[in-house]
Antibody, heavy 120, light 108 residues
């Protein structure tokens, strides 16, 4: 059974960089059959896709966030990470990591989510 | 960029059928996926590739997609189906994921 677990600070100051890591267990991030993604959800609002990474390092980002986002992968640790720079209160959200099948593009496994609050 | 439109809310009585729509330009040419999200929980995939169900999802959940509208149908609605539902596609023209705004299903 594949499991994803987000980790990182729950509080980030404005203008700083938000950093989160997703640890994958029960499957290899290098399998080549999946994209590994970050999705966020501001309190009381809908889902917003942040970006994807393939095990090879190829990335796709939401154009509205592209200038501030970096997603990277560490296959040796079976982890992938998110960095979001120059954060503001509008970046306060629950951040989810998720797996998408390469063939389907649907997100079949999700982490439980972690709330990140941007505040001084 | 591609836009998916969902009604903010749908209400249905227990035992009845709920039809949740997701509108998009020529959405019938895309694969549509649907997620159920209960309060405080991560979303759960309930239908993928328009009409397929992941293992463990009841047959009461079904999907269709044609023209400019995709539909998630929940038959014999139960109190436990009350949740937010999101549709999602991959926009191949821009290589981006798009989510609809979500529909809150209320079971009366």
């Amino acid at each position: 059974q594949v499991q994803l677990q987000e980790s990182g600070p729950g509080l980030v100051k404005p203008s700083q960089t938000l950093s989160l890591t997703c640890t994958v267990s029960g499957g290899s991030i290098s399998s080549g059959d999946y994209y590994w993604s970050w999705i966020r959800q501001p309190p009381g609002k809908g889902l917003e896709w942040i970006g994807y990474i393939f095990y090879s390092g190829s990335t796709y980002y939401n154009p509205s966030l592209k200038s501030r986002v970096t997603i990277s992968v560490d296959t040796s640790k079976n982890q992938f990470s998110l960095k979001l720079s120059s954060v503001t209160a509008a970046d306060t959200a629950v951040y989810y990591c998720a797996r998408a099948a390469y063939s389907s593009t649907s997100f079949d496994y999700w982490g439980q989510g972690t709330l990140v609050t941007v505040s001084s | 960029s591609y836009v998916l439109t969902q009604p903010p809310s749908v209400s249905v009585a227990p035992g009845q059928t709920a039809r949740l729509t997701c509108g998009g330009n020529n959405i019938g040419s895309k694969s549509v996926h649907w997620y159920q999200q209960k309060p405080g929980q991560a979303p759960v995939l309930v239908v993928y590739d328009d009409s397929d169900r992941p293992s463990g999802i009841p047959e009461r959940f079904s999907g269709s997609n044609s023209g400019n509208t995709a539909t998630l149908t929940i038959s014999r609605v139960e109190a436990g189906d009350e949740a937010d539902y999101y549709c999602q596609v991959w926009d191949s023209s821009s290589d981006h994921v798009v989510f609809g705004g979500g529909t809150k299903l209320t079971v009366l």
